[in-house]
Each structure stands twice: as structure tokens, then as C-alpha cells.
């Protein structure tokens, strides 16, 4: 079963997708539709063949690797409407990182093989996905940037405020992923996740199991940026 409607939307609105237009898309990802995944489950190892890359239609997954002691480092968190694994693809081998669900997921697989032919026909594609990596190295760098300049109950703020659909008075926001996981995308401990979200309250922030209210969004946003 292939993509229906809503599935689209989400899909054109991924930077590549939308450089390349809805013809051309529609055309290389075909009748082809989105496999689900559990919350957990892996959807590729690092060190497997590169042969696709994906298009997240529904949850969240991470791009990790595992240290030579087991710890687990996350490299980034994908939502909805993102792609990801593109530079592998086309690099050729194998993936540099293993990939798995954060939630229940479900992700559009796209085979190597029609995009590259999408790009012979239309060699224009090769400088629209180059322009869309570029847009997205320019976030991480500012995502560092920002880690790198704000504190630990900063950069909690921050996420907090990112994911709450008003911006003031107050707001009831459903935690992503887990906590832990939280933690090591704000390049923090658990433990030290969980000072620094005490040092919230202060700013009317409650968190109740996997889910956080504000008092004020405005306020706790003011508190992010300094």
C-alpha cells in the first residue's frame, strides 16, 4: 500500500522533497509506503549497507553510536516530515550509525537506486539535496552553538518551549521520548538532567511523569535565552 494523502503532506514537507517538487517525488517514491515500527525497534545497524535513505512519516527515531565501552552516543533526533541518511547513501557503503525508533514510528524507506537515477535525469537534484544537507549542518552548528552557550536548566527551557504550541500564559506539553533520552540530546547526564530541572520550578515548570505544564511560556522562554 503506497502513501495516502496526509502521508504526502508530511513527505513535502522535508527540505529535499520540496527542492525536488511534487512531480519528481511522487515519481521515485512510487507505490512504495511507510513500514511501522515499535517504540525501540531498530530500523537500521550501524555497519549495514547504505542501499536507501528515509523520510520519517509519523513519531520519532535517533541516529546513535555505541562507544568501545557501550555507552550510547546520540547523534541526532528526527521528527516527522525530516529525512535522513541521505550522505551515507550516496556515499556509498555502509551507515556510519545505527538507527532506532523513540516512539512508535512509522518511516518511508526510499531505495538508493531511484535516486540516483532521479538525479541523472535531473541533474539540478544534485544541488537541491546538496542545499538541504547544507541547511541542515547549518542547524546543527547553531544547535551546538546554543549547547554550548546556555546552561543546563537553559537548555531544558528551551526544549521545553520548543515543544509547546502556544508562546505565553500556560501550556501542557506531552514529553516526546523519554527522559534519558532528553538528557543525552541536551548533552547532559540523567542525573544531571534532573538537578537542572529542579532548578524549573522556580519558573512555574511541573513535570509529571511524560508530561510537563507551564506557568507561562513567555517567561520560561525569556529564561532560555538569557
Known amino acids: 500500500m ?21 512531480t519528481i517525488t511522487r515519481a521515485m ?11 525501540g525497534e531498530r530500523v537500521f545497524d550501524e555497519g549495514d549497507p547504505a542501499d536507501g535513505f528515509f523520510c520519517l512519516i509519523e513519531g520519532w527515531a535517533k541516529l546513535y553510536r555505541l562507544r568501545e565501552d557501550g555507552e550510547e552516543v546520540v547523534v541526532a533526533i528526527f521528527s516527522a516530515g525530516e529525512t535522513f541518511a541521505e550522505v551515507a547513501m550516496f556515499l556509498g557503503g555502509r551507515f556510519p550509525a545505527g538507527c ?31 542545499a538541504a544537507a547544507s541547511m ?3 542547524q546543527l552548528v547553531d544547535e551546538i552553538e546554543h549547547l554550548k552557550a546556555r546552561s543546563a536548566p537553559q537548555r531544558i527551557a528551551d526544549f521545553f518551549v520548543r515543544q509547546a504550541a502556544a508562546t505565553s500564559g500556560p501550556a501542557r506539553i506531552a514529553l516526546p521520548y523519554e527522559k534519558a533520552l532528553i538528557a543525552s540530546r541536551l548533552g547532559m547526564k540523567p542525573e544531571s538532567f534532573s538537578r537542572a530541572l529542579g532548578k524549573l520550578a522556580g519558573l512555574g515548570v511541573a513535570v509529571e511523569r511524560e508530561s510537563v505544564s507551564i506557568a507561562d511560556v513567555a517567561r520560561l522562554a525569556a529564561f532560555a535565552v538569557g
Do not use: C, H, N
Not at 512508535?104 to 546538496?130: E, G, S, T, Y
Open 100 to 130: 532506532e525508533a523513540v516512539s512508535p514510528a512509522r518511516i518511508l524507506k526510499i531505495d538508493a537506486a531511484k535516486l540516483r537515477r532521479a538525479v541523472m535525469d535531473q541533474p539540478q537534484l544534485a544541488f537541491d539535496m546538496l
Open 29 to 39: 517514491i512510487g507505490d512504495r509506503g511507510p513500514k511501522t515500527y515499535g517504540r
Open 2 to 22: 503506497g502513501l495516502s494523502d496526509p502521508d504526502w503532506d508530511i513527505v513535502m514537507r522535508a527540505p529535499l522533497f520540496k527542492a525536488m517538487g511534487a
Open 136 to 138: 541542515r549542518l547549518r
